[in-house]
């Protein structure tokens, strides 16, 4: 089946230390996308990829780096810099050039720092 | 950059009824509009979209308005039935949604029985 998975699905971390977490697609997408979702605040964009070892910056993404090494993989990582990482975290892919727009997203990480 | 605001946060109605939620953006040059939808503890979905050259569509009970005058779209959900309960987002992009969409925060539709 076509998708993306995301994993961990659960993940707790000590305050100060980086985690990973892990984005994979396989519906042959060149665009790929991190969203971090807060109770309320809708979804708000981290970090985007258009291409392979290309990527952009979103809205929030300070406390946060990322690579895009393969076309099917764009992992996020939180580090300790990010001051409020409890969050839901959500990856999206998109074909490019589009002619819909229209982003898959996977199931989601959730991740707590305590 | 662009702002989207949506509203309301919570809308409850009967089962059968129609329910509408509506969304303002910011930016003049956005042209492409999607509402998504989320099911608890899974990611958001696309159930329908418009682009700025189209006021309106329409796909069996869902259908979205756009006023690029007024800067403003909506969504319309018919007849509505238990299985519609979830969160709702619109978003805006002036990419025509490649360089990632510009959210509202969601609107929780609660149909009830």
């Known amino acids: 089946d076509g998708g993306i998975t995301q994993s961990p699905k659960y993940l707790f971390r000590k305050e100060g230390q980086n985690v990973t977490l892990s984005c994979e697609q396989n519906?042959?997408?060149?665009?790929m996308y991190w969203y971090r979702q807060d109770p309320g605040q809708g979804l708000r964009l981290i970090y985007y990829?258009?291409?392979?070892?290309?990527?952009q910056k979103g809205d929030i993404a300070e406390g946060y780096s990322v690579s895009r090494e393969k076309k099917e993989s764009f992992p996020l990582t939180v580090t300790s810099a990010q001051k409020n990482p409890t969050a839901f975290y959500l990856c999206?892919?998109?074909?490019?050039?589009?002619?819909?727009?229209?982003?898959?997203f996977g199931e989601g990480s959730r991740l707590t720092v305590l | 950059g662009e702002n989207v605001e949506q509203h309301p946060s919570t809308l409850s109605v009967q089962e059968g009824d129609s329910a509408v939620i509506k969304c303002t953006y910011s930016?003049?040059?956005?042209?492409?509009f999607p509402w998504y939808k989320q099911e608890l503890g899974k990611g958001p979905q696309l159930i329908i979209d418009?682009?700025?050259?189209?006021g309106e569509k329409k796909d069996q009970r869902i259908a979205v308005t756009l006023n690029k005058t007024a800067k403003h779209f909506s969504l319309h959900i018919t007849e509505t039935q238990p299985e519609d309960s979830a969160v709702y987002f619109c978003?805006?992009?002036?990419?025509?949604?490649?360089?990632?969409?510009?959210f509202g925060k969601g609107t929780h539709l609660i149909i009830q029985p």
């Open positions: 999206a892919s998109s074909q490019q050039p589009t002619n819909t727009g229209e982003l898959f």
């Open positions: 978003a805006a992009s002036a990419g025509g949604g490649a360089d990632g969409l510009t």
């Open positions: 519906l042959n997408h060149d665009a």
């Open positions: 418009i682009r700025s050259n189209v």
């Open positions: 930016d003049s040059a956005s042209n492409y």
């Open positions: 990829s258009q291409i392979v070892n290309d990527f």
